[in-house]
C-alpha cells in the first residue's frame, strides 16, 4: 500500500460562504373591481445586480503560491483595471472546490480560479470567462521533475517515469473515481488495472526490483494527486516500496532541487510553475511532458450572465 505523508507545510481549509444577492419579489395586488381582461401581465423577473455585488468583489482562489494565483493577481487584476475593486481569496485547491459546489448546488454566483482537467467540469456545468488579452496563455503541460542523480541511483524507476505519459480523458477517469468516494490508492489501481495496455508503455524495458525506496512530492491539487498515486502504484507493481509526501508548490520543487525527494509528476509548466523552475533551473532533471492539453483562467457557472473577464469591470 503506497506510504502517504504530510510533509514540509500544510495549506489551511478555509470555509468560504458566499450568498448571492437579489431582488426581492414584491407581489402587486391587483384591485378587485377591475374589468376583465385588463390585468397587466406580471414583469419579467430579472436581477440587473452587478455580477461585483453579486460575489462581494470576491474571486474565491488556491494555494498562494500557485502560479495561477500569480498571474490573477499581478497579471489578470491590474491589465484589466480590476485591481482596485476585486480581491482574490487565497485558500486551497480542496477550499475552491468545497466552495463551489456549495454555490452550485443553491444556484448562487461565484468566480473561481480554475484549471483543467479537473472533476468539477464534469460534475457541473461551468464555462471558462473569456480572455481577450490572453494572459493566462495557451495549453499547458504537465511535466515529470526529478530530482539529480536518480538516473543513477533507480534507474528502473527513472525510465519508467520518464515513460509515464497519458491524455486528459485518462487521468480525468482517475480524478471522477475518487471524487465518487474512491481512495486515491484504490482509484488508481483500479484505473490501472482497466488500462493495462497503456499502462504497459510505461513499463516497457523497465525490470523489477526487490523494495528499493522511492519518495514522489505532490501537491494536493486534484489532478496532481490522481497523477502522483497512479505513477505510485505502478512503482509498486515492479517492487519499489513507494512514499508519498504531500508538499505546497514551493517545497515540491525545493524538495527536489535538494534531493529530499525523488520524483514529482505534477510539474505544470510553462506558466503555472515558471518561477519555481527559473528558481532551482540546473538543479533538477526535466524528464518532460507526461500530460498536454491543461488550461487555466476564471470559472463560474454557466448559470451566471456573464461571459468575459471584461464583464468584471466596474463602470
Known amino acids: 500500500m503506497l506510504k502517504k505523508l504530510l510533509g514540509f507545510t500544510s495549506a489551511s481549509v478555509l470555509a468560504l460562504g458566499l450568498a448571492a444577492c437579489g431582488a ?53 487584476l491590474p491589465e484589466y483595471g480590476l485591481e482596485d475593486d476585486w480581491t482574490v481569496v487565497e485558500s486551497s485547491g480542496a477550499a475552491m472546490a468545497a466552495a463551489l459546489a456549495s454555490a452550485y448546488e443553491n444556484e448562487e454566483p461565484i468566480i473561481v480560479t480554475g484549471w483543467g482537467p479537473h472533476w468539477k467540469f464534469s460534475d457541473f456545468d461551468l464555462k471558462y470567462l473569456e480572455d481577450p488579452l490572453n494572459l493566462y496563455g495557451g495549453a499547458e503541460d504537465v511535466h515529470t521533475i526529478a530530482r539529480l542523480g536518480l538516473n543513477e541511483d533507480h534507474p528502473n524507476a527513472y525510465q519508467l517515469l520518464d515513460q509515464f505519459n497519458w491524455e486528459p480523458e485518462h487521468i480525468e477517469e482517475v480524478m471522477a473515481l475518487i471524487n465518487d468516494g474512491a481512495n486515491p490508492d484504490e482509484a488508481a489501481e483500479q484505473w490501472v488495472s482497466e488500462n493495462e495496455d497503456l499502462v504497459a508503455t510505461w513499463t516497457e524495458g523497465v525490470d523489477s526490483v526487490e523494495g528499493d525506496d522511492i519518495t514522489l512530492l505532490y501537491v494536493a491539487w486534484d489532478d496532481v494527486i490522481a497523477s502522483t498515486y497512479t505513477a505510485g502504484h505502478v512503482l509498486e507493481t515492479i517492487g519499489y516500496d513507494v512514499t508519498l509526501t504531500q508538499v505546497d508548490a514551493g517545497p515540491m520543487w525545493a524538495g527536489i532541487a535538494t534531493a529530499s ?13 515558471a518561477d519555481y523552475y527559473a528558481q532551482y533551473e540546473g538543479d533538477f532533471d526535466d524528464l518532460g511532458s507526461n500530460l498536454h492539453g491543461t488550461t487555466l483562467g ?9 461571459d468575459s473577464i471584461e464583464d468584471l469591470v466596474v463602470e
Do not use: C, K, R
Open 24 to 76: 426581492e419579489d414584491v407581489a402587486e395586488e391587483t384591485p378587485a373591481d377591475e374589468a376583465e381582461g385588463t390585468e397587466e401581465a406580471p414583469a419579467e423577473e430579472t436581477d440587473a445586480t452587478p455580477v461585483g455585488e453579486q460575489v462581494d468583489y470576491t474571486i474565491v482562489g488556491i494555494d498562494p503560491g500557485a502560479g495561477l494565483m500569480n498571474i490573477t493577481i499581478n497579471e489578470v
Open 261 to 273: 525527494g525523488d520524483a514529482a509528476v505534477g510539474a505544470w509548466l510553462p506558466t503555472t510553475h
Open 298 to 306: 476564471l470559472v463560474v457557472p454557466t448559470y451566471m450572465d456573464i
